[in-house]
């Protein structure tokens, strides 16, 4: 089997196992199960999350994977996710118990000697859940390319790497958002754009979460929602072609008046949206509803275009503001908060309804 010193590591260093000793597993030294890393969790369970009884004890960055790519390079994250120690065993001060003390099976994964090995390498980095003393073998590893002190929030931001990792990948790896953490404040409303077709990412694995939106993604986002309605013409704003992505969302918006442009003849699709902007796409591809009360916001003045949206979208749980008495108008929103506030509209005002509501006639 691989086993890497019993080391508890508060610093950078690498995860790769110190020795090749594959007696018993008859397998090469130059198998997968031989290399001295874990193979991935959702290989074994069909999740990329520890295992029940496992808890995550450290974590590494690779750089160079391109996985993790939106524009430009960043770092891939792995986390362990290791074995409990028996409660009537120490570590001696190690971090790490002996494998006997847990209930390690080291074996191949899968029992081919070609994936890595499981239950068998004996580490810890130790970012991780620091406040439990003690821990066996690695059971299996998860990869994302959300930072670990948001994947897990008892993780520290102490960086360790090992780029020999970059390019270690499965299949499974890929099914659903790796950058989209499982417990965060968006994950519902994100796989829930998933789920109804309303977004499909970046790429089939990159939603991009913490990307700044566009009002170009906003179109496209309310106009999925809204039932993907076809427009009498096409767009009639020059920056808009009519096979971008965007360009049927355009038209539509433009013709139900939801959108004037950002002149008489753009649309501006690449650039920035702001939170005022985004409410008010939303009130009017809403149906511009009235009769909402004052929503008490210090930095909306009633003449502004936005007032009344606010108001409603306040009213409506669909955002409470930057904080009490500030809505942050001016305030760009990222992917992330559009699907909050898709979402929330959906549950709060279409649910309320009975039926989904289609957008103005």
């Not at 939106?70 to 792995?78: D, M, N």
Request: hydrophobic content about 35%; overall charge negative; aromatic content about 10%.
């Amino acid at each position: 089997m691989a086993v890497a010193p019993a080391t508890y590591v508060l610093r950078p260093t690498t995860a790769h196992a110190a020795i090749c000793n594959c007696q018993g597993l008859q397998c090469d030294c130059r198998d997968g199960c031989c290399d001295g890393y874990t193979d991935f969790c959702c290989f074994l369970t069909g999740e990329n999350l520890c295992p029940p009884g496992t808890i995550v004890a450290g974590w590494w960055k690779a750089d160079g994977s391109g996985f993790c790519d939106i524009g430009s390079p960043r770092p891939r994250y792995y986390l362990d996710c290791n074995l409990p120690c028996d409660a009537s065993c120490g570590c001696n001060g190690s971090g790490v118990c002996k494998s006997e003390c847990t209930s390690a099976d080291c074996r191949c994964a899968g029992g081919d000697c070609h994936s890595r090995a499981i239950d068998c390498t004996r580490f810890r980095y130790g970012q991780c859940n620091q406040h439990v003393p003690c821990l066996g073998p690695i059971a299996c590893r998860i990869v994302t390319c959300v930072p670990p002190w948001d994947w897990d929030h008892s993780c520290t931001t102490e960086v360790a790497t090992d780029n020999q990792t970059a390019l270690h990948d499965r299949p499974c790896l890929h099914e659903g958002f790796t950058d989209v953490a499982p417990d965060s404040w968006y994950t519902e409303p994100v796989l829930w754009m998933a789920e109804q077709g309303i977004t499909t990412g970046f790429t089939a694995d990159l939603f991009g979460p913490r990307e700044l939106a566009t009002r170009a993604h906003i179109a496209a986002f309310l106009w999925r929602y809204f039932g993907r309605p076809t427009a009498a013409a096409q767009s009639v704003f020059s920056d808009v072609s009519a096979d971008a992505y965007y360009g049927p969302a355009v038209a539509w918006m433009s013709e139900k008046n939801i959108t004037r442009g950002t002149s008489a003849s753009t649309f501006s699709p690449d650039r920035e949206v702001t939170r005022a902007e985004a409410i008010t796409l939303l009130w009017r591809a809403a149906g511009r509803p009235s009769g909402s009360p004052a929503h008490g916001f210090d930095d909306v003045e009633a003449s502004a275009y936005y007032d009344e949206p606010v108001a409603w979208a306040n009213a409506t749980g669909i955002t409470m503001g930057v904080s009490p008495s500030r809505f942050g108008p001016a305030d760009n929103v990222d992917r992330a908060q559009i699907a909050a506030f898709l979402f929330r509209y959906h549950h709060n005002v279409a649910a309320a309804t009975g039926s989904r509501v289609r957008g103005p006639e």
